[in-house]
């Protein structure tokens, strides 16, 4: 293409156009890989109408079932396993201000998670124009509520698979009961929902060096970090927060074993 930057060495440039080449590849790889996504098969039908916890038009806790999450006219949905509560294994700092910061640290939501959902609450106004959106937790309602509240969300649609087997059933949930960050996608054809794709890379094993990048592709967070000389970082993790890494959460002690309503 003949482009060229201020100051830039021959070096520079002749590695830049090689770099170029790949990026095209890229490119192209990204998107044989969508087209035979969207040539899959009929994935199976959804074995049961599952009842969520959900507000209504008032703000007021109600009930929906999957097939009310289905916009007229819309008809595909697509699911985030939002991590709350967040995995037993996870000891990282939870939040140290509002109501969730008085949850005990296993019965908080994950910070990963968080940092993603952050990230999709602007998207989602968009999103939503043509497709729709879910964010599903495990928690009460009543706490997954207040953490949106605390985290300023105006956009993303929160919902609560307690007491169903959603989660279970779609690999958003280990066979201990431990919660997985899994995207699924559904498609409604008729009065017929079924199952289109999941994001089971999180699953598969990475190679070395990698996490398992499922969502990598809808991430703003670590493309951009991809971007950089820096690169993504290795010993870094998502906070809720980044004025100080504690090593143990800050929520007071009296409330660490007990419980919020």
């Known amino acids: 293409m003949g482009l060229t930057f201020p100051g830039e060495s021959a070096q520079y440039r002749t590695a830049r156009d090689r770099l170029l080449d790949e990026e095209i590849e890229l490119r192209r790889a990204m998107e044989r890989v969508a087209e035979t996504r969207r040539r899959l098969p009929p994935g199976g039908v959804v074995p049961d109408d599952y009842v969520f916890q959900s507000t209504d038009a008032d703000g007021a806790l109600a009930h929906v079932r999957l097939s009310e999450l ?63 959106f879910v964010a599903v937790a495990k928690a009460p309602l009543p706490h997954v509520l207040h953490f949106a509240e605390e985290r300023g969300w105006r956009h993303l649609r929160l919902i609560s698979s307690e007491g169903n087997s959603f989660k279970r059933d779609y690999h958003g949930e280990d066979i201990n009961g431990e919660q997985q960050p899994m995207v699924n996608v559904f498609h409604r054809d008729g009065d017929v929902i079924r199952h289109f794709w999941g994001s089971e890379m999180l699953y598969a094993a990475a190679d070395a060096g990698q996490d398992p990048r499922h969502t990598g592709t809808i991430e703003p967070l670590f493309n951009l970090f991809d971007l950089t000389p820096e690169g993504r970082p290795t010993d870094w993790e998502e906070q809720f927060d980044y004025s100080s890494h504690p090593l143990v959460s800050e929520q007071p002690e009296e409330f660490r074993d007990g419980t919020v309503t």
């Open 70 to 132: 289905f916009a007229s006219g819309k008809d595909s949905l697509i699911t985030y396993s939002f991590m709350f509560p967040r995995h037993s294994e996870d000891h990282a700092p939870g939040p140290k201000t509002g109501r969730t910061a008085l949850l005990p640290l296993a019965e908080g939501p994950c910070s990963a998670c968080t940092a993603l959902l952050d990230q999709l609450d602007g998207a989602v106004e968009h999103l939503t124009d043509r497709v729709n």
